[in-house]
């Protein structure tokens, strides 16, 4: 049978007993000190037979005297560990308060910095990354629910009116088909981003070696007929990650720079490994430049937002989650995303992620070993 867990005393109580015991004991040495002296004194000075009644008068009130402080420290000590544990009394108070609904209280302690106020702030700022999170969370979802509702609408709507034809003939049917199919495309689409951003933020990573100037090879063969003009650099850039992560990073970073670019416009992609000694030394960087509408440096931040377009227009497939997933991959990783407004108009992406040692394997041996460009 499991043992039986020992009930132990309240805070306060533990407290305040450990003072009080702190205290009878310093108290206890010092009245055995003075009794003694008082022994030794009376030994030199008095017969023993007028010596021992004082000795037992002096025992009997430094007994009395040492129960009496004992029991004032304890009242002490009962007031004052209240008083110091008030603050965490309010820091309960405040945690059985706080809901989903209700996150806007804090403690706001005052009072010198030490250990209780350090919490009290700690707890404050635990519950501002709370709401924060929540209010991230509660907008993420009411977006996903209306990026879902779009196609789904277009969808039902396509079905309606055609089935509400009563002279919709084969050909109709098929156009409506059709568009049915673009609409689910448009579902799969937006769903295997949501899974991605999903994956990206709370799924453990398959590490393994991986080449970024292969995942870029792959990407590019991969783009339509009608994209925009690519300029490679692709140097050696070996990492040790998700593959399937990373290839998703390459391919938005494309994919972005061809949807929001500009008639003639071109895209510039880079790769490298820049210098560094030591352990880990050798960062592997991928860059995307691209041409486009000019996007204002102070709403850099918002683009890696989850939904976020800053009015910008693609081919109108897009979801605003391209670069939100780049950016959850990037942190997964260790990485760095940087963001930078060219002045003529478009972005230029700059992704850092932690190199592999020295050892490294280059492109022709990742793409030997089948893993180089692995999705």
């Given amino acids: 049978m499991p043992r039986r867990a020992r009930r132990r005393l309240p805070l306060r109580a533990r407290l305040t007993a450990t003072s009080t015991a702190l ?45 009496g402080i004992t029991l004032l420290a ?18 309960t108070a405040t945690a059985r308060r706080v809901s989903d609904e209700q996150l806007d209280e804090r403690l706001a302690l005052d009072g010198p910095r030490d250990e209780v106020r350090e919490l009290a ?21 009411a977006n996903a629910g209306h990026e879902l509702r779009t196609p789904l609408t277009a969808l039902r709507t396509d079905i309606e009116v055609t089935l509400a034809d009563p002279d919709a003939d084969v050909a109709a049917l098929r156009r409506m088909g059709e568009q049915a199919l673009g609409d689910v495309d ?36 991969d783009l339509p007929g009608d994209a ?15 593959p399937a992560l990373l290839a998703r990073v390459v391919a938005n970073l494309l994919d972005n720079a061809c949807r929001y670019n500009r008639p003639g416009g071109w895209v510039r992609v880079a790769t490298e490994r820049a210098a560094g000694r030591g352990p880990g030394a050798g960062t592997a960087v991928l860059r995307v430049a691209n041409t486009g509408p000019r996007v204002d440096p102070d709403d850099l931040e918002r683009l890696t937002a989850p939904f976020e377009r800053l009015g910008r227009h693609g081919d109108g497939r897009n979801h605003g989650l391209g ?17 930078a407004a060219r002045p003529e108009g478009g972005l230029e992406v700059t992704v850092r992620l932690p190199g592999d040692d020295a050892d490294a394997p280059s492109y022709a041996q990742l793409t030997a070993q089948g893993v180089a460009s692995s999705t």
């Fill in 23 to 67: 205290f009878a004991i310093g108290t206890s040495v010092v009245l055995a000190v003075a009794y003694g002296i008082l022994d030794r004194h009376l030994g030199r000075t008095l017969p023993s037979d007028l010596a021992a009644p004082i000795l037992s008068d002096a025992a009997l009130q430094l007994a009395l005297t040492l129960v």
């Fill in 74 to 91: 304890g009242a002490a000590g009962w007031w004052a560990a209240g008083r110091a544990l008030r603050p965490l009394k309010r820091v």
């Fill in 121 to 141: 702030d700690t707890f404050d700022a635990m519950l501002d990354r709370l709401a924060a999170g929540i209010d991230r969370q509660r907008r993420f979802v």
């Fill in 186 to 221: 448009e579902l799969e689409g937006l769903l295997a981003s949501l899974l991605a951003l999903a994956r990206a933020q709370r799924a453990p990573l398959q590490r393994r070696p991986v080449a970024l100037d292969g995942l870029v090879r792959t990407a590019l063969a």
């Fill in 228 to 242: 925009p003009a690519v300029e490679l650099e692709a140097a050696p850039a070996p990492v040790v990650g998700d």
């Fill in 323 to 339: 670069l939100s997933i780049v950016a959850a991959v990037v942190r997964a990783h260790g990485g760095d995303l940087t963001l």
